[in-house]
């Protein structure tokens, strides 16, 4: 009965010692013997590890942020505005006037005109309204129009002289391209002055060659046509140079009846006290 109770007692210790490392997950190992006289192994006890954490443990922060934070968008680079000049504020003004924002021009300069163009143009499309031609209002303008063609840029003038026909380079001389439709006062070789002109019509063409001014007339008034002439120097039969007041409001948007037309007032009427009947004139491509 002894050994029996001894026996049991030593099996429910046993049993409590491996309760003890299942909870502790260790390495147990019993004695020399448990009372067979035989050795046995160690018995190894493991805990399985968890994969993921419990729900009410938060996981450890990462070094970097998951998202970062919204920035705000960089401004558009501004292009042109007040005060530049040049041949692509030309072709802003083309562009404004394609869309009806602009009327005046295109004059080369950016003035106040064209910056009220720009600021109506950018209202109108939800865009800032700065006056400035910045990236996004050019890229929107653009969508919008049509490439400029080069009477468009110079619509009211303002446009670079070709280089004089060699028959201009002696004596005194209205040298008169019709390529890029400029009038030079030539006076031996020197350009004296510089002024745009327009010409006649395809139904009423201005004659090309070298002719001479036979006749001058301040106030003239033409008889064929009924029309205000002011300033005129005839060269050939009914064809003059003159001032024109519809040149000066419309540009090359219309045509002459043949004659050669200046827009500036001021200009034809000094160039006018300047040039004498005999003078040559010189109408070239």
Known sequence: ?????????????FAALLVLAVTCGCTVQTGDGDGDGKRHLPVRIEIPKRSTPPADEDP?????????????????AVLWSRGDSGRDVRELQARLRQ??????????????LTERAVEGFQGKR????????????????????????KWELYLMGGQPADAPDPRCLTGRVLCISKTSRTLRWMIDGQTVTTVPVRFGS????????????????????????????????????????????????????????????????????????????????????
Request: aromatic residues 10%.
């Open 1 to 13: 009965m002894r050994s029996r109770g001894m026996s049991s007692a030593r099996g429910r210790a």
């Open 60 to 76: 450890k922060p990462s070094g970097t942020p998951s998202s970062a934070a919204p920035t705000a968008p960089a401004a558009a």
């Open 99 to 112: 869309v009806a924002w602009l009327y005046d021009g295109p004059t080369g300069s950016y003035d106040d």
């Open 126 to 149: 939800g865009l800032p309204k700065t006056g400035k031609t910045d990236t996004v209002t050019w890229k929107r303008l653009k969508a919008m129009t049509r490439e400029p063609g």
């Open 202 to 285: 395809v139904g009423t063409p201005t004659r090309e060659g070298v002719f001479s001014v036979y006749w001058k007339s301040r106030h003239h008034v033409s008889t064929l046509y009924d029309s205000p002439m002011p300033y005129a120097m005839f060269f050939s039969g009914g064809q003059a140079v003159h001032y024109s007041a519809d040149f000066a409001a419309n540009g090359y948007a219309g045509a002459s009846h043949g004659c050669v037309n200046v827009r500036d007032e001021a200009a034809i009427a000094d160039l006018f006290a300047q040039v004498r009947n005999g003078d040559k004139v010189v109408v070239h491509w």
